[in-house]
């Protein structure tokens, strides 16, 4: 079954330090990862997309990174500040369905 | 360029009544998708329209229905309104739909409260 997971489910951090959300996803065959940034009461923004051949992919201090042997991708956020406060989630497609499979996000908090 | 729309942004029914959602694109895009959005089980697809034709579809029952028209605006309807049809409802829009290469852009929703 095709399936994203994302950890933690929720993650509170201090303005100014890094941190790093992960998904892990089992869908087959692969064809690409995107990650969305969701603030309260809107849509999900588009921050990265990496097909199988990309491992690294960056969207200011937004860096993406993705392991297609092991499926397992990370968002890692440099020097956070207020406005990150927002659910992120990672979303894999997959050649075979042809739609979109989302994980259940993982919603940063940052506080001063 | 204008992002997507939708409306209305809030809406308040009651159980077995019907609901029509607008959407529309950004100018230029033919793909529209639809998604339920709850906190428990996030994001789901709905179904997409290109070109005014439905080319996929998700699990959901058929009192979810859409359709697209010629200017690529696009609505849902949900008929019989359930408690659980309660949820945010977001549309995106993107040139091809496809998914190997296209970036969907999403509107802001619409929030359901079904009482």
């Known amino acids: 079954k095709n399936q994203v997971e994302q950890s933690p489910q929720s993650l509170i951090i201090l303005e100014g330090k890094n941190c790093t959300l992960q998904?892990?996803?089992?869908?087959?065959?692969?064809?690409?990862l995107r990650w969305y940034k969701q603030d309260t009461g809107r849509g999900p923004v588009s921050l990265t997309i990496?097909?199988?051949?990309?491992n690294t992919k960056s969207n200011g201090r937004y860096t993406a990174t993705l392991d297609a042997d092991t499926k397992q991708s990370s968002l890692h956020i440099t020097a956070s500040q207020l406005s990150d406060s927002a659910s992120y989630i990672c979303?894999?497609?997959?050649?075979?369905?042809?739609?979109?499979?989302f994980g259940t996000g993982t919603r940063l908090q940052v506080f001063p | 360029k204008a992002g997507v729309t939708q409306t209305p942004r809030y809406l308040i029914k009651t159980r077995g009544q019907q609901v029509t959602l607008s959407c529309s694109p950004i100018?230029?895009?033919?793909?529209v998708s639809w998604y339920q959005q709850t906190p428990g089980q996030g994001l789901q697809f709905l179904f997409e329209?290109?070109?005014?034709?439905?080319?996929n579809k998700g699990n959901f029952p058929g009192r979810f229905s859409g359709r697209q028209f010629s200017n690529s605006r696009s609505e849902m309807n949900v008929s019989t309104l359930e408690l659980g049809d309660s949820a945010l409802y977001l549309c995106?829009?993107?040139?091809?739909?496809?998914?190997?290469?296209?970036?969907?852009?999403f509107g802001p929703g619409t929030r359901l409260t079904v009482l």
């Open positions: 995106a829009s993107s040139f091809h739909g496809d998914i190997s290469t296209d970036t969907q852009y």
């Open positions: 998904c892990n996803y089992t869908v087959s065959p692969f064809s690409n």
């Open positions: 990496m097909t199988f051949s990309e």
């Open positions: 979303v894999v497609s997959s050649y075979n369905t042809d739609k979109l499979i």
């Open positions: 100018s230029g895009h033919r793909s």
């Open positions: 329209y290109f070109s005014e034709t439905q080319r």
